[in-house]
Antibody, heavy 120, light 110 residues
Framework: EVQLVESGGGLVKPGGSLRLSCEAS????????MDWVRQAPGKGLEWVSS????????YYADSVKGRFTISRDNAKNSVSLQMNSLRAEDTAVYYC?????????????WGQGALVTVSS | QSVLTQPPSVSAAPGQKVTISCSGS????????VSWYQQLPGTAPKLLIY???NRPSGIPDRFSGSKSGTSATLGITGLQTGDEADYYC???????????FGGGTKLTVL
């Protein structure tokens, strides 16, 4: 059974940093790209970042470029999102998602989400 | 403002059919596959349709997808109260080198 479990969410002050992690199980982790998608309270889904299966290529939404860094550890079946210079508008539930790439682009499995609140 | 445009809400009676549109451009829908997600209140999104018109195992054939040019459509037949949810379209945008979603459509089954 595929499982994605996020951790690391919490309350942080504006300008602060937080690191989210996602532990994967039930599939061959280094066969898949991995993504982060967020959802602000009462709002829609927003794609945040993607990392290819080997970690060579990383993509970011303009809204987080230069502040967020995605990484993965294939030996530990985990993907992380380092979030710096956080702003109030980064407040959201952050979902880890398994991406089916290679000529297509969709998310077939999602984690339960981790809430990040940026507030003074 | 989302790159992909969806109607904010749609509604229909139980047993009826509804369609949800998703409009984009040549850099996203026009040249890439579209997927659709269902998000029930308080839960993570769930994949409904991938590669424009394919259903993952376990998704009933009441759900269907299509694409024409720079627009895509999700169809739901035989509406049930359990279908009340938010629905999102998504794809890759080749110009932005980024994933993109529609703003979401809230389905109400009256």
């Amino acid at each position: 059974e595929v499982q994605l479990v996020e951790s690391g969410g919490g309350l942080v002050k504006p300008g602060g940093s937080l690191r989210l992690s996602c532990e994967a199980s039930g599939f061959i982790f280094d066969d898949f790209n991995m993504d982060w998608v967020r959802q602000a309270p009462g709002k829609g889904l927003e794609w945040v970042s993607s990392i290819t299966s080997g970690g060579s290529y990383k993509y970011y939404a303009d809204s987080v470029k230069g502040r967020f860094t995605i990484s993965r550890d294939n030996a530990k079946n985990s993907v992380s999102l380092q979030m710096n210079s956080l702003r109030a508008e980064d407040t959201a539930v952050y979902y880890c998602a398994r991406e089916v790439g290679l000529g297509t682009f969709y998310f077939d499995y999602w984690g339960q989400g981790a809430l990040v609140t940026v507030s003074s | 403002q989302s790159v992909l445009t969806q109607p904010p809400s749609v509604s229909a009676a139980p047993g009826q059919k509804v369609t949800i549109s998703c409009s984009g451009s040549s850099s996203n829908i026009g040249n890439n596959y579209v997927s659709w997600y269902q998000q029930l209140p308080g839960t993570a999104p769930k994949l409904l349709i991938y590669d424009n018109n394919n259903r993952p195992s376990g998704i009933p054939d009441r759900f269907s997808g299509s694409k024409s040019g720079t627009s895509a459509t999700l169809g739901i037949t035989g509406l049930q109260t359990g279908d009340e949810a938010d629905y999102y379209c998504g794809t890759w945008d080749s110009s932005l080198s980024a994933g993109v979603f529609g703003g979401g459509t809230k389905l109400t089954v009256l």
